[in-house]
Nanobody
Framework: QLQLVESGGGLVQPGGSLRLSCAAS????????IGWFRQAPGKEREGVSC????????NYADSVKDRFTISRDNAQNTVYLQMNSLKPEDTAIYYC????????????????WGQGTQVTVSS
């Protein structure tokens, strides 16, 4: 079964940066699109960004457009989310998720999920 493990979260001040990583294992080909989602306390899980299986297509939520950048290294089976100019409203648990080939904006379309990594943006 596909396994996804997030890392790179932590505490950062507003305006700071973090890079999250999503390491995938359990499959042998470049087949999965990877999405980043986040969930703040009391709120629905929302899509942040997504990258297609070979990196040819990316999507971003309006709330993170021009601040976050998603990328992938298929040789390492790792997807990254570079987060710049972080705001307090970015505070959430961040999850990576996988689905076949292409991106989707719907949580329910993703088949595999990591355990999440906490991002806290606070002074």
């Amino acid at each position: 079964q596909l396994q996804l493990v997030e890392s790179g979260g932590g505490l950062v001040q507003p305006g700071g940066s973090l890079r999250l990583s999503c390491a995938a294992s359990g499959f042998s080909r470049d087949y999965y699109a990877i999405g980043w989602f986040r969930q703040a306390p009391g709120k629905e899980r929302e899509g942040v960004s997504c990258i297609s299986s070979r990196g040819g297509s990316t999507n971003y939520a309006d709330s993170v457009k021009d601040r976050f950048t998603i990328s992938r290294d298929n040789a390492q089976n790792t997807v990254y989310l570079q987060m710049n100019s972080l705001k307090p409203e970015d505070t959430a648990i961040y999850y990576c998720a996988a689905r076949p080939y292409s991106c989707s904006g719907y949580v329910g379309r993703y088949n595999y999920w990591g355990q999440g990594t906490q991002v806290t943006v606070s002074s």
